[in-house]
Each structure stands twice: as C-alpha cells, then as structure tokens.
T-cell receptor, first 114, second 115 residues
Framework: EPEVTQTPSHQVTQMGQEVILRCVPISNHLYFYWYRQILGQKVEFLVSFYNNEISEKSEIFDDQFSVERPDGSNFTLKIRSTKLEDSAMYFC????????????FGPGTRLLVL | KQEVTQIPAALSVPEGENLVLNCSFTDSAIYNLQWFRQDPGKGLTSLLLIQSSQREQTSGRLNASLDKSSGRSTLYIAASQPGDSATYLCAVSPGRYSGNTPLVFGKGTRLSVIA
C-alpha cells in the first residue's frame, strides 16, 4: 500500500541552525501539507501546497519557514534559523484531490533544537 | 475559529468491552471529519472519514457517527482488544476554505485496553 515517507526520523540541531525536513508524498497525490505536534499538544496545521504554490498557511508559518517541491517526488520544509520552541514532531501529509479526500500522514520527523 | 474538543482525555477499559469516544467542534460548517489513530511516538493512521453529508461510516469494529448540526461525532469501538490501545484523534476540515483545507485537530483520547 502506498504511503507517505519522511526523512530523517530524528534530527537534533543547535539553535539558529537551518534544518530541512523531507517528505515523499504518495505518488498520485496532488495536495500536500505540513503539520507539527509539540510534545503533549494538539497537532497543528502549518502550510498546504498545491500546484507548486502555497494554498494556505497558519500564523505559525512565519518567514522562518519555507516549503518547496524541488522535483516530482519530494516536498520539503525548511526552517531557516531554528528556535528552541521549534522542537516538535513534524508531519507531512498528502491527499489525492481536495478537501473531500482523506489526508494520509507520514511517520513524522522528531526535531530537537538545543 | 474552529475548536475541536475530545472527551475523555484518557480511558482505560478491560478487553472485550465496547466503548465510545466523543468529539465536539464549535463550527458546524465543515467539509468532513476524520478519525485518526496515533501510537506513541508515531505518525497518524487514518481510520475513518465522514463527509459532511453523511451520518456514519463503518470499518470493521469501528463505527463513526456525525451530527453536524450539533457539532458532534462519536467513534464506537466494538469488542476492544489490547492492540486498540493508542491515542485517537478527531479532526475536522473547516468549510471556509476552498482547495486543500487544513485539518483542525482535537487533543485526543488516550485509550488503554487491559488484557
């Protein structure tokens, strides 16, 4: 069964460093998302992406964040200058079509900022 | 702003029991509602999706209902097993967006099924 994959599974970085989190959505899916979950908190939406551009973004997704689809398979989230409060589990998700469809989530990348 | 609440926060039941998890949302204008399962330190596995025009969906021992007008959904698990132990998340797709809609999540119900 097709699935969303994410790399790395864990990342430890120093405050102020740049990190890139990678995702490979399900191959025939057109809509992509990043969410995050701070330990013990709700899963929160960051950004959605369709047709090579951002569709929606939350107030969390400030200028420190960017997303890119560098080729036909990868979808990346970059954090330019990490802060302690960026420590969280980051989930990528994809759906085949739009709002009526199930969103399928990857296993997540656990980011720890020291 | 859409808010999703799940009650109870945690639940412990003996194996074999039938149980109900509750989810409520503040704005009834939704496209759909999804139930997910999350194992500790893992990703989210989609269990059921109910479109706003539907009343319920079933998959195996799971049955999810939706009462959009009252802002409620329930997830019914029949004949619970220890392998059902996980956190169950409810998420709604708010109707004010077009295109790819962000999901709004509840905090989840942590279920423990005791053998």
């Amino acid at each position: 069964e097709p699935e969303v994959t994410q790399t790395p599974s864990h990342q430890v970085t120093q405050m102020g460093q740049e990190v890139i989190l990678r995702c490979v959505p399900i191959s025939n899916h057109l809509y992509f998302y990043w969410y995050r979950q701070i330990l013990g908190q709700k899963v929160e939406f960051l950004v959605s992406f369709y047709n090579n551009e951002i569709s929606e973004k939350s107030e969390i997704f400030d200028d420190q964040f960017s997303v890119e689809r560098p080729d036909g398979s990868n979808f990346t989230l970059k954090i330019r200058s990490t802060k302690l409060e960026d420590s969280a589990m980051y989930f990528c998700a994809s759906s085949e079509r739009d709002t009526q469809e199930t969103q399928y989530f990857g296993p997540g990348t656990r980011l720890l900022v020291l | 702003k859409q808010e999703v609440t799940q009650i109870p926060a945690a639940l412990s039941v003996p194996e074999g029991e039938n149980l109900v998890l509750n989810c409520s949302f503040t704005d009834s204008a939704i496209y759909n509602l999804q139930w997910f399962r999350q194992d500790p330190g893992k990703g989210l596995t989609s269990l059921l999706l109910i479109q706003s025009s539907q009343r319920e969906q079933t998959s195996g021992r799971l049955n999810a209902s939706l009462d959009k007008s009252s802002g409620r959904s329930t997830l019914y698990i029949a004949a619970s097993q220890p392998g059902d132990s996980a956190t169950y998340l409810c998420a709604v797709s708010p109707g004010r967006y077009s295109g790819n809609t962000p999901l709004v999540f509840g905090k989840g119900t942590r279920l423990s099924v005791i053998a």
